[in-house]
């Protein structure tokens, strides 16, 4: 038999070996999921990396009272018989290479059903280590309980994973409602946004014209100030020329009558003249 490490731990006062290449991995003491009719060694299960991980105790195995949990406690994780199994130990106390020299076989006195997990016994500085068969740990009727646990266990995974998927694919299925919805108010309130700003633009358009027309009024009442305007002028004018006219005609009248005198007056005159020259002649 080559040399090669073992995995040394305790339950209670003895010592106990497994080849350090049939363990997975050593974990500290964790909360444990208690199982209902489980079998009489199991403690419970553990879910450890994704693996539902049956937690097995070795004192209740080998008939050692029952031991609360503390920082010393491990638990080996081990492959036995095809079961991926956490066995409970006490405390771990060292990783350590035994010689072939001293391993001791086991008295052919000792072997029977109960003793399938001694594979040898070790004498390691005067101390008496007894190593494992990790496949002659549980018996096949535990072999039996366990796997039927795990066949349920696994069934009853699948069913939560089941609905957890079903209540994710229905939180899906919300969401993207709810986004379609988010969509639809959002396209609604875009609509309203264009809706708005379409009034607001005809209202500024309104509000142009009506600058527009208010400018176009002033305009025309410019215009038909300018106009009232001119034909007041035109009044003036046309009054003026007008008073010039009737000046003109009453300056005409005044020389007419003037003239008119002035006829008179020469024929008064001349008259009088021809009165004098009649007197004259009759004074001769």
Same mark, same amino acid.
């Given at each position: 038999?080559?040399?090669?490490?073992?995995?040394?731990?305790?339950?209670?006062?003895?010592?106990?070996?497994?080849?350090?290449?049939?363990?997975?991995?050593?974990?500290?003491?964790?909360?444990?999921?208690?199982?209902?009719?489980?079998?009489?060694?199991?403690?419970?299960?553990?879910?450890?990396?994704?693996?539902?991980?049956?937690?097995?105790?070795?004192?209740?195995?080998?008939?050692?009272?029952?031991?609360?949990?503390?920082?010393?406690?491990?638990?080996?994780?081990?492959?036995?018989?095809?079961?991926?199994?956490?066995?409970?130990?006490?405390?771990?106390?060292?990783?350590?290479?035994?010689?072939?020299?001293?391993?001791?076989?086991?008295?052919?006195?000792?072997?029977?059903?109960?003793?399938?997990?001694?594979?040898?016994?070790?004498?390691?500085?005067?101390?008496?280590?007894?190593?494992?068969?990790?496949?002659?740990?549980?018996?096949?009727? +535990?072999?039996?309980?366990?796997?039927?646990?795990?066949?349920?266990?696994?069934?009853?995974?699948?069913?939560?994973?089941?609905?957890?998927?079903?209540?994710?694919?229905?939180?899906?299925?919300?969401?993207?409602?709810?986004?379609?919805?988010?969509?639809?108010? +959002?396209?609604?309130? +875009?609509?309203?946004?264009?809706?708005?700003?379409?009034?607001?633009?005809?209202?500024?358009?309104?509000?142009?014209?009506?600058?527009?027309?208010?400018?176009?009024?002033?305009?025309?009442?410019?215009?038909?100030?300018?106009?009232?305007?001119?034909?007041?002028?035109?009044?003036?004018?046309?009054?003026?020329?007008?008073?010039?006219? +009737?000046?003109?005609?009453?300056?005409?009248?005044?020389?007419?009558?003037?003239?008119?005198?002035?006829?008179?007056?020469?024929?008064?005159?001349?008259?009088?003249?021809?009165?004098?020259?009649?007197?004259?002649?009759?004074?001769?």
């Amino acid at each position: 038999m080559q040399n090669k490490k073992q995995v040394i731990f305790k339950i209670g006062q003895e010592e106990y070996g497994l080849g350090i290449m049939d363990v997975n991995t050593i974990e500290k003491y964790e909360l444990i999921d208690v199982q209902p009719n489980a079998p009489a060694n199991l403690n419970g299960i553990i879910h450890l990396r994704g693996d539902i991980i049956p937690v097995y105790s070795l004192r209740r195995k080998f008939g050692f009272d029952n031991k609360e949990a503390d920082e010393n406690t491990r638990l080996i994780i081990v492959t036995s018989n095809d079961i991926l199994m956490a066995y409970e130990v006490d405390s771990m106390q060292e990783i350590t290479e035994i010689e072939e020299a001293q391993i001791i076989e086991v008295p052919t006195i000792v072997k029977c059903k109960e003793t399938l997990y001694i594979k040898n016994v070790a004498s390691l500085d005067g101390r008496i280590i007894i190593l494992f068969d990790k496949n002659g740990i549980l018996s096949v009727e +535990e072999q039996k309980d366990i796997k039927e646990l795990l066949e349920e266990l696994s069934k009853e995974q699948e069913q939560v994973q089941e609905q957890e998927q079903e209540q994710e694919q229905v939180q899906e299925q919300e969401q993207v409602q709810e986004q379609e919805q988010v969509q639809e108010q +959002e396209q609604v309130q +875009e609509q309203v946004q264009e809706q708005e700003q379409v009034q607001v633009q005809e209202q500024e358009q309104i509000q142009e014209q009506e600058q527009v027309q208010e400018q176009v009024q002033e305009q025309v009442q410019e215009q038909v100030q300018e106009q009232v305007q001119v034909q007041e002028q035109e009044q003036v004018q046309e009054q003026v020329q007008e008073q010039v006219q +009737e000046q003109e005609q009453i300056q005409e009248k005044e020389q007419e009558k003037e003239q008119v005198q002035v006829q008179e007056h020469k024929q008064v005159q001349k008259q009088d003249k021809s009165k004098n020259k009649s007197k004259t002649k009759n004074k001769k």
